[in-house]
């Protein structure tokens, strides 16, 4: 992608799976825990793209918060590190910093606002989902 076509992705976690052909039952109660633990034991994540952005319009969007504030460095980490992880350590703060500075967002930026902060609910409601938010620059 170019420049122009660069986008930001926001990623859900929509299901997991422990790469096992069959599991006879009484492995059921193991594969629970595998799929607590994580990517240690072969779970694999499923994650589909529920947000996406341009990369331009993502960069406008974040200067509306805060300078300095914790939400706005952990959404500027997409540019440094390429991509982010949100978890349910993230979602007060991120929904709130969104909330509070929405009168100053466009349309757009508002609408993006309130599709994160439906995803950050999702979290809220089910602890094991995460957004992956990644940066496509081809």
């Given amino acids: 992608m170019t420049g122009s076509q660069a986008q930001v992705v926001f990623y859900s976690l929509s299901r997991k799976f422990v790469q096992e052909k069959k599991a006879p039952p009484k492995a059921q ?6 799929l607590a633990i994580g990517h240690h034991l072969g779970v694999i994540d499923c994650l589909e793209a529920k947000l996406r952005c341009p990369l331009a319009g993502f960069h406008a969007w974040v200067a509306q918060l805060p300078a300095g504030s914790t939400a706005r460095r952990k959404l500027e980490g997409v540019d440094r590190f390429g991509e982010i992880c949100i978890d349910n350590s993230h979602t007060h703060l991120l929904a709130l910093a969104l909330d509070a ?6 349309a757009e930026q508002q609408d993006w606002s309130q599709r994160l902060i439906a995803l950050l609910q ?5 602890p094991a989902i995460y957004l992956m938010v990644r940066r496509h620059d081809d």
């Fill in 29 to 34: 109660e193991v594969i629970y825990y595998s």
């Fill in 101 to 106: 500075a929405a009168p100053k967002m466009n």
């Fill in 122 to 126: 999702s979290i809220e409601n089910e």
